[in-house]
C-alpha cells in the first residue's frame, strides 16, 4: 500500500524489501533518537528489523497496526504508523521518526496529515492519540501544529535508559480534523 503526499514525498507500507534500508537508517540516527526511543536499544540486527516488518504485517492483517517508510523520491527518511489500534473503540495511536538531516523540512507534519486522512476516512476511526516524552519539544510542536488537544501527562509512563519517563498525552478527534479541513 502506497500513500501519496506529493509527487516526491510518499508512504509505503513496511515490507520484506525495506529491511536492509531501514535497518541502516535506524543505526544512522541510533545516537540521536536513543534519547526519546528505547526501542532503538533493540535494533541490534537487519534480522530484528526483517522479524519486525513480518510480525508488523500480521498486526495489518488483523487491522490494529500500519507502520510505513516515509519516502523522499527513492530515498527512505524516516518512519511513520498507526499503532495499537483498538478497532472496538476506534482509537489508534500515531508514531514517528525521521533522519535527522531531514528534520524541520516539514515532511513530518505532511505525512502526518496523510496518515490522519487515512486514519479517519479508510480506517474509520473516531480519535488519534500522540504521546511524546515531556522534553522531546520537537514532537510536542508537531502534535500542537496538527492541531491535536493536550490531555495530560502520563506520569513514569516509559522505561528508558535514562529513567522512567513523562510522556504528554495528545489526542485529536475525526470531528476535530474534518473542522480543521474546513477552515483550510
Known sequence: MKLEINEQLYLQLLEPEHSSELYTLMCKNAEYYITWFPWIANMQSEEFISNYIKDSKQRTAEGTEYAFALFLGTKMIGRLGIYRINLINKIGEIGYWIDQDYEG?????KACERVLQFAFNDLHLNRMELKCASDNIRSKHTAQRLHFTYEGTLRQAEQHQRGALDLLLFSLLKE????????K
Open 176 to 183: 476535530e480534523w474534518e473542522v480543521g479541513l474546513l477552515k
Open 105 to 109: 523540512k516539514g515532511y513530518i507534519k
